[in-house]
């Protein structure tokens, strides 16, 4: 039922300069089509499975009928933690400059990203193919503690360097969290209702973004970087205790092995890398880059004859995942690299305050639950590329706009930069997910949904990594143009360090200047990656997803096949993925 605006507690009490208004009416405007949407959605779930009519299907589908309260349960409980998960990136972002003034640092100011990062990107494949094995409940259980003790942790760190030795801590949870989340929403609902859903998730999302950046500006400002982290612990013990009390569904415990192998491969290659890439002007960055191929391609050998590989190899055979993964890459890239560095440009270049900067971000997530709902919208209508195509032109348009920004820059044109990236990611990020979810069977459903997750998180890993050793090179080198030893200058000075007050104001300002300069060639590399995203997105098979008459779900994703007939993408014919779905349904929750 659709409620009053005046009703419920106050949805963004946070005190910020000249954003409240509109803050405010951003976040009533999403909890509203949230409310309304959560209330269609489970009606319309429940006249799925109550239907008078007794044939085989109804009947699987009633003895499958989960109560309403236990679904609304299930649903409140991913709402948080993908509200939990979404808040993080977006509320360290935006504390970072501030941390790593008190800290001190900069030069390892992407690794509090990278570390993160890295062991959520390395850890999505294990969780998704360890949760198909012995069942979703127990490892987003552990997962999620994971996360909350690593969000403890810290939150008590003294130094830069426990601080990313934590992160990775943190990410080691959080590589489970939201692909879980999306893992088990698949297993409850069908397509068609996935389709709907997606932009509703979406928007619960969005609400966490929109207050993220809000929230860590106003924590930072008015109390401690430390609740930066601590804010996660009540929304992720919340969401762990209703998902574990709901969620009732004891899975078969298959008798297969996961593959350590291939999982240890996989991060001990990308740790490799990461290490190469920040060595890359001395030889032993070199060496660790070609240790990192060589670590790669065992990782091919070792996957192939693996009985469940963490990476689905014989799924890279169909242009549509193979597409959509590299699409998550290259726009993970984008995204998530420029939102690393964009509250460092606002607070260290234009020199506003840890609120403002917050601020900056929310057009772009703002823009991107917009974006999100309006593809999941039209992904029942029209072709899932057309979609993707239109998204991953405003993504590139906007990171060229931002590319082009100097020290002279005003905000508000970085925030509509950046809020065309936000609809670019909202419209081509769904897409791809329902297209590919459509597309694979039912065993594959967890292992694909993790590897798109897996490849959006290796993207941003590896831009912000390389976008930091860009920033640190490229400053150095314009420190020393201006007749200025890099090593003599205290860099976290820019963002309220303590040594900024002993520095004469003219050569804060060249300072300040050589940043900006830098800054700006960071978000050329966000560009480059968006536009290559662009042109693997052109490639993806054509194809819509198109609703059955049989039940209220959805067909598999399909093409033209080389004949001109039409053929399942994912593998499997349209008989076959109803007759999963309805055993799927007929298992309980």
């Not at 006249?47 to 009928?65: I, Y």
């Not at 560009?527 to 209220?552: D, E, N, S, Y």
Request: proline share 4%; with cysteine.
């Amino acid at each position: 039922m659709l409620r009053a605006p005046g009703h419920g507690p106050p949805v963004c009490p946070i005190q910020t300069r000249g954003n409240l208004p509109v803050a405010r009416f951003a976040v009533r405007i999403t909890i509203l089509s949230i409310r309304y949407s959560f209330d269609v959605e489970v009606s319309h779930a429940a006249r799925c499975v109550q239907t008078p009519a007794d044939t085989g299907e109804n009947r699987a589908r009633r003895s499958a009928a989960v109560s309403r309260q236990r679904t609304i349960v299930i649903v409140a409980g991913i709402m948080l933690s993908l509200f939990m998960a979404s808040m993080e990136s977006t509320v360290i972002a935006t504390a970072m400059p501030t941390i790593v003034a008190q800290l001190g640092g900069l030069s390892i100011y992407s690794w509090a990203f990278s570390a993160y990062m890295l062991t959520s990107t390395c850890t999505v494949p294990v969780y998704g193919k360890l949760s198909d094995i012995y069942g979703r409940r127990n490892i987003y259980a552990i997962a999620m503690a994971i996360f909350l003790v690593g969000s403890v942790l810290c939150g008590l760190a003294g130094t830069m360097e426990q601080l990313v030795f934590f992160r990775a801590v943190q990410g080691i949870g959080a590589g489970g969290v939201m692909p879980l989340a999306f893992i088990i929403i698949g297993d409850i609902f069908t397509f068609e209702q996935r389709a709907r859903m997606q932009g509703w998730f979406s928007g619960v999302w969005g609400v966490s973004s929109i207050v993220g950046p809000l929230l860590g500006g106003f924590i930072v400002d008015n109390l401690s970087w430390h609740w930066v982290f601590y804010v996660n612990v009540l929304p992720g013990t919340l969401a762990l205790v209703l998902v574990w009390l709901a969620w009732k569904r004891r899975g078969e415990r298959h008798t297969v092995s996961v593959d350590y192998a291939g999982a240890a491969l996989l991060m001990s290659g990308v740790v490799v890398l990461l290490l190469g890439l920040a060595e890359l002007d001395r030889p032993r960055g070199l060496l660790l880059v070609g240790a990192a191929v060589a670590l790669f391609i065992a990782l091919y050998f070792v996957e192939r004859r693996s009985a469940n590989p963490v990476l689905p190899l014989y799924l890279f055979k169909e242009r549509l995942f193979a597409t959509a993964t590299l699409h998550g890459i290259l726009a993970g890239w984008a995204m998530f690299g420029s939102l690393s560095f964009v509250p460092l440009f606002v607070q260290a270049v234009l020199g506003t305050s840890a609120t403002e900067a917050g601020s900056t971000l929310t057009p772009m997530m703002l823009a991107w639950v917009v974006g999100s709902i309006i593809g999941s919208r039209l992904l029942l209508t029209r072709g899932y590329r057309t979609i993707a195509l239109v998204g991953m032109v405003s993504l590139t348009l906007g990171s060229f706009l931002i590319s082009q920004i100097g020290s002279d820059a005003r905000r508000w044109e970085m925030m509509v930069y950046l809020g065309m990236m936000g609809i670019g990611m909202g419209l081509s990020v769904p897409s791809f997910l329902i297209a590919v979810q459509s597309a694979v069977q039912k065993r594959d459903l967890g292992t694909a949904t993790s590897t798109l997750q897996f490849s959006r998180s290796m993207g941003g890993t590896l831009g912000v990594s390389v976008m930091g050793v860009f920033l640190t090179m490229r400053l150095a080198n314009a420190l020393v143009a201006a007749g200025i030893d890099p090593g003599t200058v205290p860099m976290d000075s820019l963002i309220g360090g303590e040594g900024g007050a002993e520095l004469p104001a003219a050569l804060m300002d060249t300072i300040r200047a050589a940043l900006a300069v830098s800054i700006e060639g960071v978000f050329w590399l966000a560009f480059i990656a968006a536009a290559l995203g662009l042109v693997a997105t052109a490639f993806a098979p054509a194809g819509r997803i198109g609703q059955t008459k049989a039940m209220p779900g959805v067909e598999p994703l399909r093409a033209q096949g080389p004949e001109g007939k039409l053929e399942a993408i994912g593998g499997s014919t349209a008989e076959d993925t109803q007759n999963t779905r309805v055993k799927e349904e007929a298992e309980p929750i």
